[in-house]
């Protein structure tokens, strides 16, 4: 009895093999998608657990992965290259085309079977990362105006923004070293603070995350005491003399005179024929240094600046009484 049961199920496990067999062989893994994503800074340690692998096909999982590069830290001219081992389900094979395989998020350079075609071999290459800069570990203060940072890995030039008891001090400035005088920004009493990242130095849009400094208080004695070092020029503004009107010397922000506006920079200056960014919005400034509204003609395209706010508007019909419509970028579609 025990041999008659020890035979049936001999039998049973062969005629499973078989099927498993047929399967391999009627039902071959031809498709592969597989969504990778990487956590690569340059400057920091060289490691495949940077790379996390996704099969979203089915048939497969991933086995095993290695890095192909061999520094210890990624340098700004890396091209990153993983090689990813997937292992077929159920005993079935591979017979996998070029055109059948899609990856997210790398490019594949080529694909290989092992020698038992159980196994499919990945080589994936990440983009160069000559267009990526490194992040900024941390910012302070050198002194009460001056501000210091840490140096970017791949940075062409840093921007550096200012705030004022929380409030932006007129618009980033940039620099290509790793420190800022801010002292002309910080003429009035408050508590500051930055904010500063880096830029690519090959491509100027690719940025770093910003970076807080920490505070520093400014009190009476000591914006006085900037306000002697870093002086305003007379006549600093439109129909303005300092020496006989002394009260706009710490105006900054929005100044009214009368029914026009214009717009004093934390450092003093103001903007003459020209858009400025302020607040998320462009205004354009006449000769003068007045905001202006209605249609402006600018390198050959047409704006409009909305005439309460005097803001540039976008993706709307302008309220001309004509009809007319701007499109994303404010100019006018013809």
Do not use: H
């Not at 505070?215 to 305003?232: G, N, W």
């Not at 003609?297 to 004509?322: F, H, I, Q, R, T």
């Amino acid at each position: 009895m025990r041999r008659k049961i020890v035979g049936t199920a001999a039998f049973a496990m062969l005629a499973l093999t078989m099927t498993f067999a047929s399967l391999a062989e009627e039902d071959p893994i031809d498709r592969i998608e597989l969504e990778v994503t990487a956590d690569i800074q340059t400057g920091r340690k060289c490691s495949i657990l940077d790379f996390e692998f996704t099969v979203l096909s089915d048939g497969c999982e991933v086995q095993d992965a290695e890095l192909l590069n061999t520094n210890e830290v990624w340098g700004s001219q890396d091209v990153p290259r993983v090689k990813v081992y997937l292992r077929s389900e159920d005993g079935r094979t591979f017979s996998v085309k070029r055109s059948g395989t899609r990856i997210i998020g790398a490019e594949s350079e080529y694909g290989y079977y092992d020698e038992n075609l159980f196994v499919y071999i990945l080589q994936l290459r990440f983009p160069s990362l000559r267009e990526q800069v490194g992040g900024i570990a941390e910012a302070s203060w050198d002194s009460t105006t001056t501000a210091v940072w840490s140096p970017a890995v791949n940075a062409g030039y840093y921007e550096v923004q200012l705030y004022r008891d929380e409030k932006r001090q007129g618009s980033a400035v940039q620099t290509e070293s790793p420190n800022y005088d801010m002292g002309k920004y910080m003429r009035l009493e408050g508590a500051y603070y930055y904010k500063v990242r880096a830029v690519d130095r090959w491509n100027a849009a690719v940025r770093s995350r910003w970076t807080d400094s920490g505070r520093v208080t400014v009190d009476s004695a000591a914006a006085e005491s900037i306000r002697q070092k870093y002086p305003l020029p007379v006549g600093s503004g439109p129909l303005i003399d300092l020496e006989t009107q002394p009260y706009y010397q710490d105006m900054y922000g929005w100044i009214a005179e009368g029914s026009r506006w214009w717009y004093r920079n934390a450092d003093g200056s103001y903007t003459t024929s020209n858009w400025q960014y302020i607040d998320g919005k462009w205004y354009y400034f006449d000769s003068k240094g007045y905001m202006v509204t209605g249609w402006i003609d600018w390198n050959g395209k047409s704006y409009y600046c909305d005439p309460e706010s005097g803001a540039m508007l976008v993706n709307m019909v302008v309220p001309d009484g004509l009809g007319l419509r701007v499109d994303s970028t404010g100019a006018l579609i013809e």
